[in-house]
C-alpha cells in the first residue's frame, strides 16, 4: 500500500517547448514514456510544429544533504 502512495504521488516530467506557428512557449507535464510516444501540440493555436526547450529540472531525494 505505501509504493502504490509513493507512485500517486510521484511528479511528472514537465517538458517545455516554443511554437513555431505563434511564438508562444508553453509546457507540459508527461510521462518520459508518453513524451517518446506523443507529438505534442501548442494549447494557443493547436500547431504541431514545435521545437523542446531547455528547462531547469529539480530532483528531489529522500536522503539529507
Same mark, same amino acid.
Given at each position: !500500500? ?9 511528479? !511528472? ?18 510521462? $518520459?514514456?508518453?513524451? @517518446?510516444? $506523443? ?13 523542446? @526547450?531547455?528547462?531547469?529540472? !529539480?530532483? @528531489? ?5
Amino acid at each position: !500500500m505505501g509504493t502504490e502512495r509513493a507512485i500517486e504521488e510521484a511528479p !511528472m516530467p514537465h517538458y517545455e517547448f516554443l511554437c513555431l506557428k505563434c511564438r508562444k512557449p508553453f509546457e507540459l507535464a508527461m510521462s $518520459i514514456s508518453e513524451r @517518446q510516444k $506523443i507529438k505534442p501540440a501548442c494549447p494557443k493555436c493547436k500547431g504541431t510544429k514545435v521545437t523542446p @526547450q531547455l528547462g531547469s529540472f !529539480m530532483v @528531489q531525494t529522500a536522503k539529507k544533504s
